[in-house]
């Protein structure tokens, strides 16, 4: 029961050298399959009917895209716990410092921005100068919860909804 709830708080630091090892290679195979999905990405941003119409396969390019995210959030979720807000915050604070949607820039932007942001969360969850450690998990969502309420108020704004 210890060890279930450690799991839903997020941690960095639980993973024997074996553990570590099955999440490299799983992690590394899905970062391989999101940078060869970059043009299937690109092709995407202008619709799936137009993405079609050049010759993309848009069943293929769904089936892949969907394995690539499966793989990377289930095996971080698997051995980190549900660290929650980096993969919701993280593409945006991407797309903001980057200003771009080309993905080819986006997928190792978000690979970079990602982990700065688990490095600064870990770091501010093990409160330096003391014995006592957060969650992590509340650390993202301080980081997280914010970037997340600003894009919604950016997006009503621009449909002119607000």
Not at 83 to 89: C, H, R
Not at 135 to 144: A, D, F, Q
Request: glycine share 10%; with cysteine; proline share 4%.
């Amino acid at each position: 029961l210890k060890s279930y709830v450690i799991w839903t708080m997020g941690s960095l630091g639980n993973l024997s050298s074996g553990q570590l090892k099955v999440l490299a290679i799983s992690v590394s195979a899905g970062i391989v399959i999101s940078i060869f999905s970059v043009k299937m990405l690109n092709a995407l941003l202008i619709g799936e009917n137009y993405a079609g119409s050049i010759g993309l396969n848009v069943r293929f390019s769904r089936t892949v895209i969907f394995a690539c995210t499966s793989i990377l959030a289930g095996s971080v979720t698997a051995f980190c716990g549900p660290v929650g807000f980096i993969g919701i915050a993280v593409p945006h604070i991407a797309r903001n410092i980057f200003k771009t949607s080309d993905h080819a820039i986006l997928v190792p932007g978000s690979l970079l921005t990602g982990g700065i942001v688990m490095i600064v969360s870990d770091i501010i969850a093990q409160l330096p100068g003391s014995e006592s450690v957060l969650p992590i998990n509340s650390v993202t969502s301080l980081i997280g919860i914010p970037i997340v309420i600003w894009v919604i108020l950016r997006n009503r704004r621009n449909s002119g909804s607000f």
